[in-house]
């Protein structure tokens, strides 16, 4: 089992960035894929960004494609998310997510484990 932390929230103005952190327990977290989603007011929680485990291969939404950039530290079980060019609809909880079977996934329904969210809030 693993716990997932979550960092880096806050207010920014649009055109800003952050700079997110996911803090995994354990001895395991290298086997498992990462990713985040998000979810805004209102609206069903959606997939962001996705990376293998040994961080070789990523895969974001289109909405995020070339702004956002998720990256991983297995040594220091930590993955990253760097949000650039934030637009005020990125305003969202995002959470931090495990999968130890499916690679690619965007659902969230392939993710195991599951972090309690940090609020990302873009101002204009």
């Known amino acids: 089992q693993v716990q997932l932390v979550e960092s880096g929230g806050g207010l920014v103005q649009a055109g800003g960035s952050l700079r997110l952190s996911c803090a995994a327990s354990?001895?395991?977290?290298?086997?498992?894929?990462m990713g985040w989603f998000r979810q805004a007011p209102g609206k069903e929680r959606e997939f962001v960004v996705g990376?293998?485990?040994?961080?070789?291969?990523?895969y974001y939404a289109d909405s995020v494609k070339g702004r956002f950039t998720i990256s991983r530290d297995n040594a220091k079980n930590t993955v990253y998310l760097q949000m650039n060019s934030l637009k005020l609809e990125d305003t969202a909880v995002y959470y931090c997510a495990a999968a130890k079977y499916y690679s690619g996934s965007i659902y969230s329904s392939n993710y195991d484990y599951w972090g309690q969210g940090t609020q990302v809030t873009v101002s204009s």
């Open positions: 990376i293998t485990r040994s961080g070789s291969n990523t």
């Open positions: 354990g001895r395991t977290f290298s086997t498992y894929v």
